[in-house]
């Protein structure tokens, strides 16, 4: 014969693989959730209601920031209820300085274990002493508090601004933090205020892989700054993504809205509208 004959069963075996051999591969599932701040004044009012908006709408995943740690345990333990009753996890909280120093690290860690927490992250380092010695300290300060943390199944992180990404003596503070704090410690990116000061978010994750667990998905535009809504602004979301989730090392997805043409609860639901479009 001139052609290669095959048996029955080999034939049957080949044509049950093929389709799963061209078949294109399913992208994971990141959840996406809300940075609380987005909604302050909403969540000052009613945070019972404002998280069971949020939930409803379709976000996974919500951030407390700051003024949580004014919450005694019970308090802590209802807002535990509420969010297991609504199917929606608190991944990270957003704190001061406090909760890495002193007797604030204990509270911190037994708040965040109420919460069901993993991630106890400093939203900004304030005042820091002049040049790149400063932000070293900052590094350090961070340390000594994750050496507390681990053992309690809790890991830091940081949350960046502008000046993080501000070249300071021929080095940004951002990569002064990242070189002064252990292996898994989050360095939480904020999108909007990287892209703000002409840095690459892209560059910054493919450069600290395993280490980019959570993404600030905020915008921004020139001329209108940080009121744009998510996918209006400059961020090259398709490619930050990417490589999120290629080397990164993220586990969730916040958006995070300091303010937009529309009410609060409004800009939130819009903002995850355009999430999932880009993501279908």
Not at 115 to 127: D, E, H, N, Y
């Amino acid at each position: 014969m001139a052609f290669h004959s095959i048996s029955r069963r080999s034939f049957l075996a080949w044509t049950a693989a093929a389709p799963l051999a061209t078949a294109a591969p399913q992208r994971q599932h990141i959840p996406i959730g809300l940075e609380l701040y987005s909604v302050r004044d909403e969540l000052a009012k009613d945070l019972n209601g404002t998280v069971t908006a949020v939930a409803k709408m379709g976000y996974e995943v919500v951030e407390f920031f700051s003024s949580y740690f004014d919450w005694t345990p019970a308090y802590a333990k209802e807002v535990r209820n509420l969010m297991d009753d609504l199917g929606i996890r608190c991944n990270s909280t957003h704190n001061g300085r406090a909760s890495f120093t002193g007797d604030g690290i204990a509270k911190a860690i037994d708040l965040n274990k109420t919460l069901g927490a993993k991630f106890i992250v400093m939203a900004s380092a304030g005042r820091v002493d002049p040049g790149l010695d400063g932000w070293k300290k900052v590094g350090d300060t961070l340390s000594a508090a994750c050496e507390k943390f681990r053992p309690a199944g809790l890991r830091g992180g940081y949350h960046n601004h502008q000046t993080e990404f501000k070249p300071l003596e021929g080095k940004r503070p951002i990569e002064v933090i990242a070189a002064n704090t252990p292996k898994d410690f989050m360095l939480q990116l904020d999108v909007g205020t990287c892209v703000e000061v002409g840095s690459d978010p892209v560059a910054w994750i493919k450069a600290n892989p395993g280490r980019i667990n959570c993404l600030h998905c905020k915008d921004w535009a020139p001329g209108e700054g940080y009121s744009v809504l998510f996918g209006e602004g400059k961020s090259p979301w398709e490619a930050i993504v990417a490589a999120a989730e290629s080397v990164g090392g993220v586990e969730y997805y916040l958006i995070e809205q300091e303010g937009s043409r529309f009410p609060p609860l409004e800009t939130a639901q819009r903002c995850l509208d355009a999430w999932k479009k880009m993501r279908a």
